[in-house]
């Protein structure tokens, strides 16, 4: 797969989640810059009002849900960056930039910058280029005195949810069951069953699935690891049984997007 940078605008005039947790081998960078959200990235569930920008970087896994808003998201691949704009990106990954008023409104005038300029406009694709070089580096002016805010816990999430992913996340690489699972929470399946569909829209044991096959994906791109030492490693009983669910889920064996997928990290 060749390097990409794609600059995407929606708006929603009603209530929008995202259809299920996902994740994928490059960079998405949010800007909401009307409206509130709720998100979860990675090991956090929490609300957002506009104007922010969250970066999530590749292979994490997320989701937003909630009410009418405006946003831009930007999705690159890392070997589209240079040492700047990957060094800027990886210190703003998975927390949240709050901007001023008037700092959203340069951005999105960077971003609505040509706007109605077609793909198949010979000078398409460096306008692009320059547009995101331009958002990057003035986003890097706006930040480089701040700390971002890492993502916290927002009050209306449930700490079981956010208990149980972080048990997760600590423990993905081992077997163990709902039952357990619960064990370890103090709760019962029935409640615990309850909060993740509330909150995340699946089931616990479909969202230790998604978790597991994230991590896989890491583990394809970054390493040269065999796939039984992957299955081992991210809690699969072998890596027979890996390949059937991957193929499944994903459409190809393991081995297959690997080498589809390595190109994204690939230097520039």
């Known amino acids: 797969m060749e ?20 994740s994928h081998p490059y960079y998405e960078i949010y800007f909401l810059y009307e409206g509130r959200r709720i998100l979860f990235f990675e090991n956090d569930l929490f609300e957002v009002q506009a104007p922010v920008v969250l970066v999530v970087p590749p292979h994490t896994m997320h989701k937003t849900e909630g009410g009418k808003f405006k946003r831009i998201n930007l999705y690159v691949t890392a070997n589209y960056l240079d040492d700047f704009q990957r060094e800027v990106l990886d210190s703003l990954q998975l927390s949240v930039v709050k901007l001023e008023p008037s700092q959203a409104e340069s951005l999105l005038e960077i971003l609505k910058t040509y706007e109605t300029l077609s793909p198949t406009d010979k000078n398409f694709t460096e306008v692009q280029k320059a547009k995101f070089a331009y958002f990057i580096l003035t ?8 700390a971002p805010i890492r993502a916290v816990d927002s009050p209306s999430a449930s700490p079981l949810v956010l208990s149980a992913i972080r048990y997760m996340n600590a423990h993905y690489s081992e077997d163990f069951s709902l039952d357990d699972l619960c064990k370890e929470l103090y709760s019962s399946k029935q409640t615990l069953i309850y909060h993740f569909k509330k909150y995340l829209d699946c089931s616990p044991m479909k969202f230790l699935l998604n978790l597991r096959m994230t991590k896989v ?5 970054t390493t040269d ?9 991210c809690g699969f009983s072998s890596g027979n049984y890996l390949t059937l669910i991957f193929k499944r889920k994903e459409g190809v064996a393991p081995s297959a997007y690997r080498t589809k997928s390595r190109a994204y990290f690939h230097t520039v």
């Open 3 to 22: 390097k990409f940078l794609k600059i995407e605008e929606l708006q929603m005039t009603n209530n929008m989640a995202m259809p299920s947790l996902h």
């Open 139 to 146: 986003l890097r002016t706006y930040t480089r005195d701040v």
């Open 217 to 221: 994906k890491e583990r394809l791109v």
């Open 225 to 233: 690891d065999s796939i039984e030492t992957i299955a081992d490693e």
